[in-house]
């Protein structure tokens, strides 16, 4: 009798634990994060009850960090040629919720120097997402109205930096994808310095 008793206790303890775990994880959202992610877009996660999920596969819904001309027309137009455009195609097939950060688009500087009809096709391929179910959310909310600071491939190239130099950019500034990659080529560090209040 003793061993079914502790058997009975034992399974017992298993099932509560079990169900303890898994209450909070049946109730959450996944959320994928397609890029990288910042204390704000944490923040944008738990602000919407979402946990964030490191599958793709088993996502409730995707959130792109920083969307590319490149992924943005592979998506509008169908044609996926990357891993990125494959994924996010495949929420909108799944008729799973795709957020998209507008206030981190890697392009938007770019766009306003193109002429008009080469930046309507980009608005065009915006405009496609939204109708396929994409919703553009703000992430970066600023104080006092003051407008962030992005840093381009376009912008770092002027600028004319020496490989492994050191460059100064204020906190919050967004670096795109392919600013990134020059930096790491280039060997060159960002110091944040401290907005002062």
């Not at 303890?13 to 959450?28: C, R, T, V």
């Not at 003051?146 to 460059?167: A, C, H, P």
Request: net charge negative; proline share 2%; glycine share 4%.
């Amino acid at each position: 009798m003793m061993d079914i008793e502790a058997l009975v206790t034992y399974i017992t303890d298993k099932i509560m634990l079990q169900l303890a775990n898994g209450s909070e994880s049946n109730n959450s959202k996944k959320l994928y994060i397609l890029g990288e992610t910042t204390n704000q877009i944490e923040q944008f996660i738990s602000d919407n009850d979402y946990v964030r999920s490191t599958d793709h596969q088993v996502a409730d819904a995707i959130l792109v960090a920083d969307l590319s001309v490149s992924l943005l027309s592979q998506v509008a137009l169908f044609s996926p040629q990357s891993d990125e455009s494959t994924c996010l195609l495949s929420f909108f097939k799944e008729k799973k919720p795709v957020f998209i950060v507008k206030d981190s688009l890697s392009y938007t500087d770019e766009v306003e120097k193109l002429p008009y009809l080469m930046g309507k096709v980009i608005k065009d391929y915006e405009a496609t997402l939204e109708s396929f179910g994409a919703k553009f959310v703000e992430c970066y909310k600023q104080e006092n109205n003051e407008k962030r600071q992005v840093l381009t491939y376009d912008k770092l190239g002027k600028l004319g930096l020496e490989i492994g130099s050191k460059f100064e950019v204020s906190e919050g500034t967004i670096v795109t994808s392919l600013a990134k990659d020059y930096l790491r080529e280039k060997q060159i560090t960002l110091i944040y310095r401290r907005k002062e209040e």
